[in-house]
């Protein structure tokens, strides 16, 4: 078979458009740190008695949007029981906070 005709080797990507290890800004052969988007952060939230959001990471809660529970998992050692809520903050930014019941913690998606 003629080399030009062969089919070309996969490539592996660190990211969009970026081949791996490909140039000054490649990895070049190093592993990549993986994240996941969008993942949940600690937060500090101030909360009304019935639960709302009073105050985010330090900002007002100017609306609450939406508010939404998830019970999941109900069937493993580890089941997921959240209370959500989609909020507005007094500087106008849009953010997610969830309070999750089984650790006793608030925490932030989305900005904040």
């Given amino acids: 078979m003629d080399p ?11 990211g969009p458009g970026r081949p791996q290890g490909g140039g ?4 070049q052969g190093f592993p990549r740190a993986q994240r996941r988007v969008n993942a949940p952060r600690p937060a500090l939230v101030e909360a009304h008695a019935d639960g709302a959001p009073r105050r985010v990471n330090r900002q007002g809660v100017a609306v609450v949007r939406e508010e ?3 019970v ?3 069937w493993t ?3 997921v029981q959240r209370r ?5 903050l007094e500087s106008g930014q849009n953010t997610v906070v969830f309070r999750d019941d089984q650790q006793g913690q608030w925490f932030s998606q989305r900005g904040a």
Avoid: Q
């Fill in 24 to 27: 000054p800004r490649g990895n």
């Fill in 77 to 79: 050692e580890e089941p």
């Fill in 84 to 88: 959500y809520f989609e909020v507005v």
């Fill in 4 to 14: 030009a005709c062969a089919p070309a080797a996969p490539e592996t990507f660190d």
């Fill in 72 to 74: 999941d998992r109900w």
């Fill in 68 to 70: 939404w529970r998830v």
